[in-house]
């Protein structure tokens, strides 16, 4: 492109150009348009005035000036050039287009929306009135963690920190209407999401990359690095260490193993709470499998991770402690544990009369959304909302929050005494740090630049050889109260 632009005929002319790069001037599509507009302009009837002691008229002196052919078939040839141009760029763009599939998807071009869901279940559709929320704690129902696990989290981390607990009370959320459901005929104006949620998240605790630097005062360097080698481990990252995160779907890290990288972010922090937000979107199976696997690893070190999931299989579902499930609107129709292979939440459900028996094998997230959907309300002429808080599990959630609401006595009020926790300098300094061994990492990168910055300081050198020692030297005499 730098040879294109630059050999055109406006950087440099015709007869300033060096004769082994005039094929460069012949080649460029910029001289063929340039060259047509140019005589289109110079050689109408504005510029075919005769200056005194000249043969040529205006036009043509100025076209010569710079090298451009003076003649008007030079229009047409530069309309046919472009012409040719475009076409071959068409069909370059046309052939690059139809490769074969398994390229394209290999390139990472592939756009594709995957649901985790149970096997058995695969064909069916995700449904749409319903969403997870769901919070994790150390004490989990599930006993089939390895005892390696259980030991790593006894022992905890080499930071400690304060775990706390979450009470939220008759929340209601609501954002405008959407124009799209307005055309459809909804009269309201504002879309209701969240309606009257109450819900206690507990924080439970067992009785014993870069990041940390910006994110972590008043902790020394020792104890910072044994903490990165920490949670390296929690998130199953050591094998990755030293690699770049790359481009999304092009190289570098995988999909799945960018939301280990982001957990293990947010996990040098030291938080005592962490919000994920559908954290198994966008993966397959094994993928999904991994990350929820990383953070029940989170979990067991005592600390509340709250997730939003749609449509998880059974093995993701059942790693969870509680679950938070709204129909639409935004309105509770479960709130509590789950136990064992889902065991507390069948039992609610199978209750209620009108419900069927879930079946043998069957995944309790769809089961759950199918028996809970707004068709099966209608059908059975209930409203599960209704139901929910004239149940026995809405008075003990209003008696937990009405526990933990109360402050303890040796408790404090969360304060930050600055906008971020390390000073300019130290940011700084981090920040160069990291962009410098972004550099070390990618050789590639850096034989790329350092090629490019030779093929263009030898191609402007010898485009521009001695033309930039010509002077001219001259005088100009007033005439008529012009120059």
Request: proline share 5%; with cysteine.
């Amino acid at each position: 492109m730098i040879i294109l632009f630059t050999l055109g005929g406006f950087v440099l002319s015709r007869e300033n150009i060096n004769k082994f790069w005039i094929w460069g001037y012949w080649i460029s599509p910029m001289m063929y348009g340039q060259n047509a507009i140019v005589v289109n302009e110079l050689l109408g009837k504005s510029w075919r005035h005769v200056p005194p002691n000249s043969n040529v008229s205006l036009g043509v002196a100025a076209l010569q000036s710079r090298g451009f052919f003076p003649y008007e078939y030079w229009y047409w040839i530069g309309v046919g050039a472009m012409i040719g141009f475009c076409v071959t760029a068409q069909h370059l763009f046309r052939s690059s287009s139809l490769l074969p599939k398994s390229t394209w998807e290999a390139s990472g071009c592939k756009i594709r929306r995957f649901w985790s869901i149970a096997p058995e279940n695969r064909s069916s559709q995700p449904n749409r009135d319903s969403k997870i929320v769901i919070t994790m704690h150390a004490e989990s129902i599930n006993t089939e963690i390895s005892a390696e696990t259980i030991n790593r989290s006894k022992r905890g981390m080499v930071l400690p920190f304060e775990p706390h607990s979450i009470i939220f009370e008759e929340i209601t959320y609501s954002v405008d209407m959407p124009q799209e459901m307005k055309m459809e005929g909804v009269v309201e104006d504002k879309l209701v999401l969240l309606k009257g949620v109450s819900g206690c998240f507990q924080a439970r605790c067992f009785n014993c990359s870069y990041g940390s630097w910006l994110r972590l005062a008043e902790i020394n360097s020792e104890t910072k690095k044994v903490f990165i080698e920490e949670v390296m481990e929690l998130v199953e990252l050591n094998s990755l260490r030293q690699s770049l995160v790359g481009l999304p779907g092009v190289d570098g890290l995988s999909t799945e193993q960018r939301k280990r990288l982001t957990i293990a972010v947010e996990l040098v922090a030291n938080p005592s709470i962490i919000f994920m937000d559908e954290p198994t979107s966008g993966l397959d199976a094994r993928a999904a499998a991994i990350v929820m696997r990383t953070v029940r690893n989170t979990v067991d070190t005592g600390r509340t991770v709250v997730c939003t999931v749609h449509q998880p299989s059974i093995d993701i579902f059942e790693s969870f402690d509680e679950l938070l499930l709204l129909k639409r609107g935004g309105q509770e129709i479960y709130v509590g544990p789950l136990g064992r292979h889902s065991c507390n939440l069948i039992k609610y459900f199978e209750e209620i009369e009108g419900v069927g028996k879930i079946k043998d094998a069957y995944n309790p997230a769809t089961w759950m959304l199918e028996v809970s959907a707004s068709a099966q309300e209608l059908a059975l002429g209930i409203d599960f909302a209704h139901v929910y808080k004239k149940s026995e599990l809405y008075r003990r959630n209003k008696q937990l929050i009405t526990e933990y609401s109360t402050p303890a006595p040796s408790s404090k009020d969360l304060y930050f005494p600055t906008q971020y926790s390390q000073p300019f300098l130290i940011q700084y300094g981090a920040c160069l740090w990291k962009q410098h061994w972004s550099y070390c990492r990618n050789p590639l990168y850096n034989a790329v630049r350092m090629m490019f910055t030779t093929a263009v300081a030898l191609l402007f050198g010898t485009l521009f050889w001695n033309l930039g020692s010509k002077t001219y030297v001259g005088t100009m005499e007033p005439s008529n109260n012009t120059w």
